[in-house]
Nanobody, 117 residues
Framework: QVHLAESGGGLAQAGGSLTLSCGAS????????MGWYRQAPGKQRDLVAT???????NYADSVKGRFAISRDNGVNAVYLQMNSLKPEDTAVYYC???????????WGQGTQVTVSS
């Protein structure tokens, strides 16, 4: 079983910055991808960014150039640096870990990010 624990959410003003952190513990496969998704009230959960163990990244168009994802394989952690925040970035942000063999998905509890205008 894998456990994900997020930290770093909170309140920011538009144009400000926040950094999210997530640590994974448990029996983690060497072949995995980590990342962040977000869910705004009344909307579906959407991809924000993912990163492979080899540091290959994928971003949602809405955050490209503003957000940066990184990971530390030594401690099974993933980070999301969020700059130039906008009110539309307000959502619950979920840490994600996906394993490929066998195929499994794990989610954190979520951390609230609120951006005021």
């Amino acid at each position: 079983q894998v456990h994900l624990a997020e930290s770093g959410g909170g309140l920011a003003q538009a144009g400000g910055s926040l950094t999210l952190s997530c640590g994974a513990s448990g029996s983690i496969s060497s072949y995995n991808v980590m990342g962040w998704y977000r869910q705004a009230p009344g909307k579906q959960r959407d991809l924000v960014a993912t990163i492979s163990r080899g540091s290959g990244t994928n971003y949602a168009d809405s955050v490209k150039g503003r957000f940066a994802i990184s990971r530390d394989n030594g401690v099974n952690a993933v980070y999301l640096q969020m700059n130039s925040l906008k009110p539309e970035d307000t959502a619950v942000y979920y840490c994600y870990l996906g394993e490929f063999s066998p195929r499994r998905d794990y989610w954190g509890q979520g951390t609230q990010v609120t951006v005021s205008s």
